[in-house]
């Protein structure tokens, strides 16, 4: 396994990072500069637990899925799954997104002592997100909402692992649920497994750190109370105001480098994934894929925390064609970025993703 340096060449410098924050803080080179990550001092260390576990280093996906979720019926478009759902909680949160499903699952798994600790993210600004490793329900409630500037939250593995843990659940973006079960899959034998429940975020892309200085100057003299992603932009509910900044305007602060290679809109790779259901505001989809994700789940339910609903077919159609459309962009991205001499993090030849490679090439409709 490459090292240090490797994980410079391949992914810091060639703009693919996906500030998923898992090497960070497993060395003392590695620095988080806001949305991005530098390797300070050059490492001579040839098998580097930062290049195992990163979700932009080559990979057999494939592998991968089928040893965390062996024999779950697989989608092309949105990978394994057993169930969708229409989902919201039966009592709201201050501060939710959408349909406030994942707080309710983090209450329900530390309530039912499913797990030690939680790792999620949270701000204390409405802006800026912050890694939080937590067993404490007021902390994982106060941490309620989605965080929309790239946060590469999952530095903390490494307190979890230093603490013992030995049960944990984590909620994140795709290539953050990738990195945790690389971090599990590639484990050193003299490191004991932990029992993670991955509970994954829908996403499309990431804002900028410099957004920070666009809600700065645009709302001069307002606290920023929530932002909440929208189909067409982001809506800004400030102190004062509630205004709507359209995709064009976000274009310059979206994050085009590691979001642009990322072929998993849904979380593939997690036992519960959950992001808005568009057509009805208030309400989250819910894609269960694994046993375990279904077992946490039937207990939310059990405990009154979740109103379920059947999920409407036409929407679970749009919703597969539009992770099919992220997968064929980020791989037509990928494929211009081997011709400027990036090394790809998936084979481009599998069979896997023999009819992905079609679409982005053009040979079929």
């Given amino acids: 396994m490459p090292g240090g340096m490797d994980l410079k060449n391949d992914v810091l410098n060639n703009g693919t990072c996906a500030l998923c924050g898992a090497c960070l803080d497993w060395c003392p080179y590695i620095k988080n500069m806001e949305d991005h990550l530098v390797l300070r001092f050059d490492c001579n260390v040839p098998h580097g637990r930062c290049y195992s576990l990163c979700p932009r280093t080559f990979t057999d996906w494939e592998e991968v899925s089928n040893h965390f979720l062996p024999a779950i019926p697989k989608d092309e478009k949105i990978g394994p799954y057993l169930k969708v759902h229409k989902v ?16 309710h699952l983090l209450k329900t798994v530390l309530e039912e002592e499913l797990v030690e600790t939680v790792l999620l993210t949270k701000t204390d600004d ?39 843990t030995k049960r944990m659940a984590v909620v994140g973006r795709p290539c953050q ?31 900028k750190w410099d957004f920070q200085d666009f809600l700065e100057e645009e709302f001069a003299g307002e606290k920023v109370e929530r ?18 900044i359209s995709a064009e305007e976000l274009g310059p602060y979206t994050r085009p480098e590691g979001c642009n290679y990322c072929l998993d ?15 009805e505001p208030g309400w989250n989809t819910v894609i269960i894929r694994t046993n375990k994700g279904q077992e946490l789940f039937d207990k939310a339910v059990e405990k009154g925390y979740l109103v379920v609903e059947d999920y409407p ?53």
């Fill in 88 to 103: 919201k909680a039966s009592q709201a949160i201050d501060g939710q997104q959408d349909g406030g499903t994942v707080t």
């Fill in 126 to 164: 409405n802006i800026v997100p912050q890694a939080l490793l937590t067993n404490d329900l007021t902390e994982v409630e106060k941490a309620a909402g989605s965080r929309f500037l790239a946060a590469p939250s999952f530095r903390k593995l490494i307190d979890a692992q230093l603490d013992g």
């Fill in 177 to 207: 649920i990738q990195a945790v079960r690389k971090w599990d899959y590639f484990r050193r034998p003299e490191r004991d497994s932990v029992d993670v429940i991955g509970i994954g975020l829908f996403c499309m892309w990431s804002l």
């Fill in 227 to 244: 932002l909440v992603m929208l189909q067409d932009g982001v809506k800004v509910i400030t102190d004062k105001q509630t205004k709507h």
């Fill in 265 to 279: 809109m849904t979380s593939e790779l997690a036992d519960i994934s959950v992001g808005a259901l568009e057509i």
């Fill in 313 to 365: 077919e036409d929407e679970l159609n749009r919703l597969k064609d539009a992770s099919l459309g992220k997968k064929v962009r980020s791989f037509k991205h990928i494929m211009e970025a081997e011709t400027r001499g990036v090394k790809p993090f998936i084979d481009l030849n599998s069979g896997e993703y023999a009819p992905i490679r079609k679409l982005a090439e053009g040979m079929v409709e």
